[in-house]
């Protein structure tokens, strides 16, 4: 099977576009955005009537599967105990998270090699087996490689990890998934989604100056919040849009994750065409130049947008300013002329203590070449950095490009240290030993995501986020509070030195890009001949056992494990950092259950109440003793329960460990689906308030399962100790979903489907 974007592959995806959109304009009476335009060209079968949004579930048929080497490592477990032999779609494993960032890039590669190598052999080897391409470590970030070599416009492709809309900019569907649901599609089936509302993003004007395409998403964030994109495709249109190169477009969808939006995207254009080009994919520029209509919306979107959206943001990018967020959350938003402000009001730690730019979402040869800028004329000025400054090349192809044309010159001379092509900091790989423990420190970065504890494991560490060049002026400046469209630098003379704006970057270098393809391995043209081999006794790697099937009873008196307090993200759920390690042995990395989440009942983090002993004990501790004593468990949480990252092990951990049931405020997507995924019930209080019913000597019945249907609400029994009460539980179960709570996991029912 051809693994590559070809444009044969496109040539159809076109083909069947074409024939869809008609029918499903006719469908719905009306002109179509263009995520419909999409969505309609991947549907497995046209429907009778208009899919609802938010209510009817739809079945795709995705181009491709991108597999990060952290989740893919489950993901290929899972499709190896389905009994699946071969992918049947192009299929990426790309090895990014397991990098360290410690000390400099070929330090910290030949480290994590040795450290990792039994994972890298079990996935190199996987792949050759079922026909996957392999990117070793140091090729490049999952998001950055896909865009440089698979992404096209109109394409629909599925990834496990949540930023996989990177895509977006370069005009395609790309959707964050847990593993089953790429396992699933891998063999050939079907994919289910929720059908997404529309929000509209309509850009006027041209950004300039300081102001940078990161500032876009920040400012949406900060319009929309963490949860404001919940079940939505967000599309960016408007002249404005044409005026963003392809990788600029790329970090705004890139950071739609951070709204908890499906995914984002922007319609195809020149310049993508241009991106398209430059990376070696010209025959699928001349295609989608031929299939153009088909990749942007209906003509009378633009005319009368609130007409066909859900909702509308308007930004005159003229008048935007640079933006920064955080701390500890990516929708705290406020420009930069208001931050010194902030840092006063809040008595946040003015102080940088390290600068970091790059990672999967602005990496870019145009984010390079605006941060080199800015280091350039503090050069010529006879200045450094004032913290430590680090720099993640997205991709092997642009650390040898800035390489070449001086860009990464002009960042070490004022004092970077390079790290691997790897997400390193961003993802918790980060070791900070300059730090005692609990000391408080701001950090500057143009990364995606900021809870607590997400970059260094220290909940601490107080993340604040902007566009690289802007970061790298903050570096200069050594504090939050300096402003530098209005503050001035001090030379070593004593003089005082403005900067000026980042010059304008070119989409992509004038040279080309320097090919980086020698870190990619096709798999076996003899896959029977490949042995996946395991080692029984390995604290990395575990064959995965089949959940159990439900039993066809009630849950009677679950004891509740934990109230969550404020935000629990997937981070809290299941923190990254050292237990990456363990991500291909769900018994091993269950030791890290709910070690970030705050308890509302005693406000401590990682612990609760022990039923068996009444001691306060750490969660994965109380809740393996549980198992142990096959007592059954709840968690109970708040809003947006489990945003943050795709990571499947925040469902997988739970329901290894014993939990029956998760009844939260509301969900994040993809967590959610993940948990009805592992055979968990996901449920969601009718009325809010009566999360605060729910006390911590409670437990917790549900009942009437045997006749749990689609939109009929579930009964829940409160029992206090001296008293109980009834309340209701709402869930956005469809048929097969209930299929997969009774089975015991959607795995088991893909097993069957199998044999």
Not at 14 to 40: D, H
Not at 609 to 633: D, G, H, S
Request: proline residues 6%.
């Amino acid at each position: 099977m051809e693994i590559e974007s070809t444009p044969e592959l496109a040539l159809n995806v076109y083909k069947r576009l074409e024939e869809n959109i008609s029918k499903f304009r006719k469908l719905v009476g009306r002109p179509l955005t263009l995520s419909e335009k999409i969505l309609a060209g991947h549907l497995e079968q046209m429907p009778n009537k208009a899919p609802q949004e938010g209510k009817d579930y739809v079945f795709l048929r995705p181009d491709r599967v991108a597999l990060q080497d952290v989740t893919g490592q489950m993901v290929l477990l899972q499709f190896m105990q389905a009994g699946l032999k071969q992918a049947t779609l192009p299929t990426t494993v790309h090895c990014d998270h397991l990098i360290r960032a410690q000390v400099e890039g070929e330090t910290d590669m030949k480290i994590s090699l040795n450290e990792n190598s039994e994972v890298f052999r079990f996935l190199e080897s996987s792949c050759s087996k079922f026909g996957i391409g392999f990117w070793k470590p140091g090729a490049g970030i999952i998001h950055q490689v896909v865009l440089e070599n698979y992404a096209f416009p109109g394409g629909l492709m599925i990834g496990t990890d949540s930023h996989t809309p990177n895509a977006g900019g370069l005009g395609m569907v790309a959707i964050g998934v847990g593993g089953i649901d790429a396992a699933e599609t891998m063999a050939g089936l079907p994919w289910e989604l929720l059908y997404p509302k529309r929000i509209g993003i309509y850009l006027t004007g041209k950004l300039n100056g300081w102001t940078a395409p990161k500032d876009i998403i920040l400012y949406v964030a900060g319009k929309l919040t963490v949860s404001g994109g919940t079940n939505a495709i967000i599309e960016y249109f408007g002249p404005g849009a044409k005026s963003i190169s392809c990788t600029g477009k790329a970090t705004i969808t890139n950071m739609g994750a951070e709204i908890g939006a499906t995914c984002s995207i922007f319609p195809y254009d020149e310049r993508m065409e241009k991106y398209l080009k430059t990376t070696n994919r010209e025959k699928i520029a001349e295609l989608a130049n031929k299939h153009r209509e088909l990749l942007i919306p209906d003509p009378q979107i633009e005319q009368n947008p609130e007409k066909y959206f859900d909702k509308i943001i308007r930004i005159d990018l003229s008048t935007l300013e640079p933006h920064v967020v955080g701390p500890h959350t990516p929708d705290l938003a406020r420009p930069i002329s208001h931050l010194a402000d902030d840092v006063r009001k809040n008595a946040y730690l003015d102080k940088i203590s390290v600068a970091l730019i790059g990672s999967c979402t602005n990496s870019s040869y145009e984010d390079m070449y605006r941060a080199a800028s800015i280091a350039e004329q503090a050069k010529a000025k006879g200045l450094k950095s004032k913290v430590p400054l680090l720099v993640t090349p997205g991709s092997e192809q642009i650390r040898a490009t800035i390489e070449r044309d001086g860009q990464m010159d002009s960042l070490k001379a004022i004092g970077a240290t390079v790290l691997a092509n790897a997400c390193g900091p961003c993802i918790g790989q980060w070791n900070r030993p300059e730090l005692k423990k609990g000391e408080p420190n701001t950090i500057v970065t143009s990364f995606n995501r900021n809870f607590p504890g997400r970059n260094d494991g220290k909940r601490e560490t107080m993340n604040f986020i902007g566009s690289p060049e802007l970061v790298i002026a903050l570096a200069l400046g050594g504090s939050l509070s300096f402003n530098p469209l209005k503050d001035s630098l001090e030379t070593p003379s004593g003089a005082q030195f403005k900067l000026e704006p980042p010059e304008i970057a070119p989409d992509v270098p004038s040279k080309g890009f320097n090919n980086a393809r020698d870190g990619y391995v096709t798999p076996s043209q003899n896959p029977e001949s490949v042995q996946v081999i395991i080692d029984k006794d390995s604290n990395r790697l575990q064959k995965l056992e089949p959940f159990p099937q439900w039993d066809g009873k009630d849950f009677e008196k679950l004891v509740v494990l934990v109230k969550t307090k404020g935000k629990c993200t997937t981070d809290h759920i299941s923190p990254a950092g050292a237990w990456l390690a363990y991500r291909g042995h769900l018994d091993k990395i269950s030791d890290n259950l709910l070690l970030g989440a705050v308890n509302a009942f005693n406000d401590e983090v990682g612990k609760g109440k022990n039923v068996l002993n009444n001691k306060i004990e750490p969660f994965p501790q109380i809740a393996r003793q549980y198992k142990q004593n096959e007592i059954r468990w709840v968690i109970i949480g708040g809003d947006n329960y489990g945003e943050g990252s795709s990571r499947e092990h925040a469902a997988m951990t739970p329901r290894y460990l014993g939990c029956a049931a998760v009844i939260a405020k509301s969900f994040a997507r993809i967590h959610e689906t993940n948990l009805k995924k592992q055979g968990i019930l996901a449920l969601t209080f009718a009325n809010q308030s009566d999360y605060d019913r729910i006390k911590e000597s409670d437990t917790i019945s549900i009942v009437g399962l045997a006749n749990l249907e689609q939109e009929k609400p579930v009964k829940c029994i409160i029992h206090h100790e001296n008293s109980k009460e009834e309340i209701l539980l709402n869930h956005s179960y469809n048929k097969s979903q209930i299929e997969w709570f009774r089975t015991g996991a959607a795995l088991n029912v893909l097993r069957t489907r199998v044999k």
